[in-house]
């Protein structure tokens, strides 16, 4: 697992808003085929640049949750998404959320 300090996260967030890897972001966005009021989780969601679209399309009565072992991506991912209700944010990995957190309609794991 990589560690991220403050600005290594800042590094990242500038390097997840390249062209490539929107393009990459909005293929899986459309891929997933969210519907408003689904509940979706981003693993390792990192700054929530995902995580934020996923909210938007889940609606205000969906639930979009964002997990990562870094708390200075999750910093960043929590400000991204503030002006969101929907959208929340997690610290810890796939393995620590565990099981009895509810379903989901849609999960996303991606790494650029």
């Known amino acids: 697992m990589v560690d991220f300090n403050v600005s ?3 590094s ?6 390249s062209p490539e890897v929107v393009k990459q972001r909005l293929r899986t966005l459309h891929a ?13 969601c990192g700054t929530g640049l ?6 938007i ?10 997990l990562d072992p870094s708390q200075d991506m999750l910093d960043i991912a929590a400000k991204r998404g503030s002006d969101l209700p ?3 944010v997690q610290i810890g990995t ?6 009895t957190s509810g ?10």
Not at 50 to 55: D, F, N, P, V
Not at 94 to 99: A, V, W
């Open 94 to 99: 796939l393995e620590t959320f565990g099981s």
């Open 57 to 66: 399309a889940v609606g205000p009565k969906g639930k979009a949750i964002g």
């Open 103 to 112: 379903t989901y309609n849609a999960a996303s794991l991606v790494q650029p």
């Open 50 to 55: 995902s995580l934020r679209e996923i909210a």
């Open 32 to 44: 997933m085929a969210i519907n408003a009021g689904d509940r979706v989780i981003n693993i390792g």
């Open 12 to 17: 990242s967030d500038l390097a997840y808003q």
């Open 8 to 10: 290594e996260a800042q």
């Open 86 to 88: 929907q959208a929340s």
